[in-house]
């Protein structure tokens, strides 16, 4: 699996044009977050501590 450079990333992120989701959306999504790494993990296919950080990024405004 190829390594993913995080600040050259997070640096890409950044620079998106896109309007957030209300706090409400904002929760939701965060709750569907955690069922779908919960369902991996059943499954046997957790996320690495990478694949986390990458996720916590884009799902997270305090991740940027």
Known sequence: MMTI??????SEVRALDYVR?????D?????DDEDARANLAIEGM??????DALFDMM???QGL
Not at 5 to 10: G, V
Not at 27 to 31: P, Q, S
Not at 46 to 51: C, K, Q, V
């Open 5 to 10: 450079d995080l600040d050259t990333l997070r």
């Open 21 to 25: 989701g209300s706090p409400a959306e």
């Open 46 to 51: 957790a996320l690495t501590p990478e694949d």
């Open 27 to 31: 929760t939701m999504w965060r709750e």
């Open 59 to 61: 799902g997270a405004p």
